[in-house]
């Protein structure tokens, strides 16, 4: 008993999660045998079991692993392109004052433009091929990045700075041992945020301008009214958010083990 006890303890966020999304999956699938759906609403409506039924028929048929290797790799280049871009400059504004002052109009301005405006000028500068979405998926990921980043540094405790810079440190050595480390658990909610804003751009980006991908393979379902296929997307996509989001937050654990323990749930 107590080693159950034990084990429901260490996993008890894993045990509760995975249960509430069986919980909803399986409501999901009791639906259509419970209520009587209006005839308008049934034709459209899809369950759990169908939808695995179309995504492995969709595998057997080679169908949806080009859809699958094109949608990862515009997701994969325009997060890795707003990471090498979004947590310097976050870094850069923060500690510097100039920069601040030079950049942050342009980062406002950027910030509040819905991304879709750029998508028919990124079209007509780089044509219906990968970059164009690669592009706004970069410009969807940049922002939440940049800006949590620059806000953690913020409000890194001035009086450590002080300290370090007491014995002697330089700029990069203060970066290195106080700003990062206290500017992480805003990093990683900037990299969550941006998860999630690359897979809108890649779906946005597919949607309208792309005969390959998961965003185009639901775009063409949707139009002929594929409900079961238009679902393997969005599972697939949340399946993609889900991991990508759990490994940011385990390499935070990792990272953040030096902190309090009540600065871990911050």
């Known amino acids: 008993m107590t080693r159950l006890v034990n084990f429901y303890t260490e996993r008890e966020h894993h045990i509760l999660g995975g249960g509430f999304i069986l919980l909803l999956i399986l409501l999901w699938e009791l639906v259509p045998h419970v209520i009587a759906l209006p005839k308008a609403l049934s034709l459209f409506f899809t369950t759990p079991l169908r939808v695995l039924e179309v995504c492995y028929e ?20 325009g997060l890795g392109l707003a990471i090498l871009a979004g947590l310097p400059l976050g870094l850069i504004m923060g500690r510097s004052s100039a920069a601040d002052a030079m950049l942050d109009p342009y980062v406002t301005a950027l910030n509040a433009t819905p991304r879709l405006v750029f998508l028919p000028l990124l079209i007509l500068w780089l044509g219906l091929g990968i970059w164009s979405k690669v592009m706004i998926v970069f410009i969807g990921a940049l922002f939440p990045l940049l800006i949590n980043t620059y806000e953690g540094v913020k409000n890194v405790d001035r009086v450590l700075v002080n300290v370090v810079r007491s014995f002697g440190a330089n700029e990069w050595q203060v970066m290195k041992m106080v700003v990062l480390p206290n500017s992480l658990p805003y990093i990683v909610v900037g990299l969550r945020l941006a998860i999630g804003r690359a897979i809108l751009g890649v779906v946005v980006g597919e949607f309208f301008g792309a005969t390959k991908g998961l965003g185009a393979m639901m775009a063409k379902a949707a139009s002929s009214y594929q409900v079961d296929i238009v679902f393997v997307g969005v599972a697939i996509f949340m399946g993609i958010s889900l991991v990508f989001t759990l490994t940011v937050k385990k390499i935070e654990a990792k990272l953040s083990r030096w902190r309090p323990e009540e600065a871990k749930t911050f």
Do not use: G, M, P
């Open 58 to 77: 969709l595998v057997v048929r080679n169908e949806i692993q080009t859809h699958l290797y094109v949608s990862a790799v515009e997701f994969l280049l």
